[in-house]
């Protein structure tokens, strides 16, 4: 076997490859966020996909060359354009890092595997979620869609392969047999077995009734990823032990042994290439000393404007931004349980722009036009809510809505859209459980940046009544900013709490607004417990530093014994997020909270990057005091917006411990 080069490389390691189905193209999926296209014979980097806000652990392409698909540890995975570049659409619905994704062979549907424990189906043409299939005991860590396009094959943390129907969702054999977890599974292309890879260093054959085939051996350590041959006649196998390894199918006998591998994949003339923790591609012809000529029919990427690798990366580009952004939702006053209802949401101007054509109607206007136009009669049963984006949105940024209210069922759960146009409209479907007739249910719909950057939560509450609703007025709701904002973290990372405020204003204009002095000597846990019951939500800075801080530990766990919904908000910025098995950190009961990543990639421990720092100090009516606790920490509360009396009173007592000392504590709680 002949090893061709030039070496393609990533900046992290090479998770996953793929090839498109005329054998010209390589696709790779990396740590480093971006898949990337290569010119196969020649090795240039074709195209470069700044594809996810963490690292992307699989990709596929569809059979004509035309769709590129992503799944990645962000719990998203996306469709993107290879001809021209553009993301197409994301599928968000996993809780979890999406661990694997495959194309049905004619492109209509996507499955996703999670380490959420499930697998999902999507409609690539309109984003929906077909199903969710349930099964696995503990994480799905691969899957696969046979050729002709009938069954699914899931391979799991739990040990275990899992057959389904691929049209119905229904369960079919499970196959056992490895003695450790399932990495990898692949089908034969002929459709007569299929190939798992295993923690316990073997592969393993089966044919989808479930019958086990046989065990390959010879991997001294953990088998991460599996090929099959287009011609079904050779297996490749790809191991922690540093080797990629081919198999001949019918004997099982190893053909030969190569280096450098974490992931493969075999061409449609049968040429291997793999994916190490080096970041490097690599090339491999089998039963030839150079690569077969590829047909002469024009690729997808032949015309197209490519990215080339490293060119500009330096040079500033100009990028638009939109100042004056709103969201408006139009949701039902009142639901029947059981049924389903409309609500609409937007994303809009709050005015024409300046380039406007005279025939543009003005954004406000047209949202109200396109209500009429989907509500109808309804029209008057629905309540609007209005709220200015936290930030300035790029042109062409990916904003995301996610509607979460404890009890209701939204389809879609989330829709994704890039910020093209002066009003985006996104319709979500929403139904209450039968046993909640009679509740009124609170939650919102959160807008982010990019995946990752809070622009906006606006309160949503649905009265449950299985009466005739009778229309109503239409009213307007005022959304109302958070109050108080309890931020629990570690000193050593005070820079990034200060820094998030000014970096992305997550958490609304109140944050970090007005904070008070926890003087050392007061009962540290009694005080911070009635802090933390006083506010609005609950700011957990998850960090490495802050998984070993008692301090930090005794806030999150008593914020988890008050129970509240969407009271506890953790963020993190280390990859992966920072977590010890071994004592069970963070628990479950912590983990069933949404943790937010951050991007970090602009910050600095002293503060922010010169390309985004502040043009201007924090204004006079920004005021920040630092606290300190027993372990000698400083921290900082947020308690909101008060009152100037409220905020004269707070100074006059500040002024009075400074000049008291020890005499003044009691001025400052009264």
Same mark, same amino acid.
Request: aromatic share 8%.
């Given at each position: ?52 806000? *963490?690292? &992307?652990? @699989? $990709?596929? =392409?569809?059979?004509? +060359?035309? %769709?590129? /698909? #992503? !799944? ?65 005991? *503990?994480? &799905?860590? @691969? $899957?696969? =869609?046979?050729?002709? +396009?009938? %069954?699914? /094959? #899931? !391979? ?185 209802h409309d609500m609409l949401a937007f994303a809009h101007l709050s005015d024409l722009p ?243 990543f951050i991007e970090p990639n602009q910050w600095t421990e002293g503060g922010l990057a ?61």
């Amino acid at each position: 076997m002949t090893e061709l080069g030039p070496h393609s490389f990533h900046d992290g390691p090479v998770n996953a490859v793929t090839v498109t189905t005329d054998g010209a193209f390589v696709i790779s999926a990396s740590d480093d966020e971006t898949l990337k296209v290569w010119d196969r014979r020649s090795g240039k980097e074709r195209r470069t996909f700044q594809a996810h806000a *963490d690292r &992307v652990r @699989d $990709c596929a =392409v569809s059979r004509d +060359g035309r %769709l590129v /698909v #992503s !799944a990645s540890d962000d719990s998203t995975l996306k469709i993107w354009d290879l001809l021209r570049g553009e993301l197409l659409m994301t599928f968000a619905g996993h809780v979890a890092a999406v661990t694997a994704c495959a194309l049905s062979p004619d492109g209509r549907r996507l499955v996703s595997a999670s380490w959420d424990g499930t697998l999902k189906v999507w409609d690539c043409a309109s984003g929906r979620e077909l199903s969710t299939l349930h099964g696995h005991t *503990d994480a &799905v860590s @691969d $899957c696969g =869609v046979s050729l002709d +396009g009938r %069954l699914l /094959v #899931s !391979a799991g943390v739990d040990r275990t392969l899992r057959l389904w129907d691929a049209h119905t969702g229904v369960a079919g054999a499970v196959l056992e047999g490895h003695t450790a977890r399932v990495h990898g599974c692949a089908f034969s292309p002929d459709g007569s077995f299929i190939v798992s890879a295993g923690q316990d260093a073997t592969l393993k054959l089966w044919l989808t009734s479930g019958h086990d085939l046989g065990t390959l051996e010879g991997h001294s350590d953990t088998v991460w990823d599996c090929a099959v041959s287009p011609d079904s006649s050779f297996i490749v196998s790809a191991s922690a032990d540093g080797t990629l390894r081919l198999w001949d199918a019918s004997s099982g006998r190893e053909l030969e042994t190569l280096f450098g591998s974490r992931c493969c994949a075999v061409g449609p003339d049968g040429a291997v290439v793999s994916g190490g923790d080096d970041g490097i591609v690599r090339l491999w012809s089998y039963r030839a000393a150079d690569l077969p000529e590829v047909q002469a029919a024009p690729s997808v990427l032949d015309d197209a404007v490519l990215i080339e690798p490293n060119a500009g990366d330096d040079a500033p580009r100009e990028r638009h931004l939109d100042e004056n952004v709103q969201f408006t939702v139009y949701r039902p006053r009142a639901i029947a349980p059981g049924e389903w209802h409309d609500m609409l949401a937007f994303a809009h101007l709050s005015d024409l722009p300046d380039d406007a054509p005279e025939s543009e109607p003005h954004p406000v206007a047209e949202v109200r036009r396109l209500v009429r136009q989907k509500l109808g009669d309804d029209l008057s049963g629905h309540l609007s809510l209005t709220q200015d984006s936290a930030e300035a949105i790029p042109r062409s940024g990916e904003l995301t809505f996610r509607p979460e209210v404890t009890g209701v069922e939204f389809n879609p759960p989330f829709r994704s859209f890039l910020w093209l146009e002066s009003v985006h409209q996104e319709d979500f479907r929403l139904r209450a459980r039968r046993d909640l007739d009679g509740q009124t249910l609170r939650g919102r719909l959160s807008v982010f940046l990019g995946g990752a950057i809070l622009l906006a939560d606006i309160a949503l509450t649905f009265r449950v009544d299985s009466r005739h609703v009778t229309p109503e007025p239409m009213a307007v709701d005022r959304v109302r900013p958070y109050r108080k904002i309890f931020p629990s973290y570690s000193h050593t990372d005070s820079w990034v709490v200060d820094q998030f405020a000014l970096f992305a204003r997550a958490l609304g204009d109140d944050y970090l607004r007005d904070v008070v002095a926890l003087r050392s000597g007061e009962i540290w846990n009694t005080r911070l417990a009635e802090l933390i019951d006083g506010a609005d939500v609950f700011q957990l800075f998850w960090s490495w530093n802050a998984i070993d801080s008692p301090y930090v530990e005794n806030e999150w766990r008593h914020a988890l014994r008050l129970g509240r919904q969407q009271f506890i908000r953790p963020v993190y910025w280390h990859k992966p997020m920072p977590a010890y098995d071994d004592r069970d950190l963070p628990p479950e009961a912590l983990t069933e909270h949404h943790f937010q990543f951050i991007e970090p990639n602009q910050w600095t421990e002293g503060g922010l990057a010169s390309s985004v720092a502040p043009s201007s100090p924090i204004s006079v009516g920004t005021r920040r005091v630092a606290r300190s606790s027993e372990d000698g920490e400083v921290r900082e509360l947020a308690l909101g917006t008060r009152g100037a009396p409220l905020l004269l009173a707070f100074f006059v007592a500040v002024a009075a411990v400074v000049g008291l000392f020890l005499f003044g504590y009691w001025l400052l709680w009264p």
